[in-house]
């Protein structure tokens, strides 16, 4: 459920406009809100951090690369 709420959430948040910013911050409430309980607990924040890293950290040798960001900014890109 984690993964798909992070997917979900890099393909909304490349798609919404600066002016919509209540909804930019519901998206972003709603994908830190792992249980959905309507509260944004440390652990939830300690999970998403997590995930994050593990995405940018290709080689999954617990550091982030240059080359490591070089990449993720190359998916960015894509979606803009």
Excluded: C, P, R
């Amino acid at each position: 459920m984690v993964w798909l709420k992070l997917i979900f959430f890099i393909l909304i948040s490349f798609s919404l406009k600066a002016e919509n910013t209540q909804k930019i911050h519901d998206t972003y409430f709603n994908f830190l809100d792992l249980n959905n309980d309507g509260y944004v607990s440390h652990e939830e924040v300690e999970q998403i951090k997590n995930i994050v890293f593990e995405l940018i950290d290709i080689n999954n040798d617990n550091k982030i690369s240059s080359e490591e960001l070089d990449e993720l900014n190359k998916i960015v890109n894509l979606f803009q």
